[in-house]
C-alpha cells in the first residue's frame, strides 16, 4: 500500500517547494519590475523571497533558470492576455487588430516587469535568447493577424517578415509613448498601430 504524502501545516512536502519557487518567481519579478535585470541576483531574490540559499537551489540550478522562469510566465501572461483580448473580438477586422493592441498595451503600461522583460536588453544570454523566442511568438501572433487583413496577397514568408517589422515598429512606438517622447491619449495610439498594421497588410516582395 503506498504511503500518504507527509503534510505539515496544511501542505505536502511537493506543495511547500512549488509555494517556494513561486515565491522566487514572485521576488525577482518584483525586483524586475523597480529596478531592472542587473538587480536580480541569487542573493537580493533570496531576501526579497525570505528564503535561504538552500531553498533557490532547491527549484533553480543558478540565476539564469530562475531568470528563464520569471520571464517565461511574463510570456505566457501576455500571451494569455491577448488571446483573450482576441476572441473578446470575435473575427471582424480591425476589431482584432485594435483589441489585441490594445491589450498589450495596456499589460506593458501596467506592469513595469513586463516592459523591461520585452524592451529592455537583459545581462544574460539565456533570456536574451527567451526574449528572442517572445518575440518570435508575438511574430507569429502578428502574422496570423496579416493573413486575416489581407488573404491571397502575401505569403507566408512576407507575412512573417512583415509581422518582425511591425514588432519593431510597435516596440519604438511604445518605448516612445511610455518614457513621455510622445504624449498621445491611449485610443489614438491603439488607433495608430493598428492602420500602421493594416498599411502593411499587403506588402508583397514576391
Known sequence: M???????????????????????????????????????????????AGLGDRYFYE?????????????????????????AALVAAGDVQPARANAA?????DLIEDDASTRRALFETPDSQAIHT???RALRT????VAGELAAEAPGEADEVDRELTAHALLGAFQELLTATTEGEVDVPRERLIAHAAAITGAVARISSR
Open 2 to 48: 503506498a504511503k500518504s504524502p507527509r503534510v505539515y501545516g496544511g501542505e505536502t512536502a511537493e506543495q511547500r517547494t512549488e509555494r517556494r519557487r513561486q515565491q522566487l518567481i514572485d521576488a525577482a519579478r518584483d525586483l524586475l519590475r523597480t529596478e531592472g535585470w542587473g538587480a536580480t541576483s541569487m542573493r537580493s531574490v533570496c531576501a526579497r
Open 101 to 105: 493592441i490594445g491589450a498589450l498595451i
Open 59 to 83: 527549484s533553480f540550478s543558478d540565476r539564469d533558470a530562475l531568470l528563464s522562469a520569471v520571464f517565461d510566465e511574463i510570456e505566457r501572461d501576455a500571451v494569455a492576455r491577448v488571446g
Open 130 to 132: 527567451h526574449r528572442r
Open 138 to 141: 508575438f511574430a507569429v501572433l
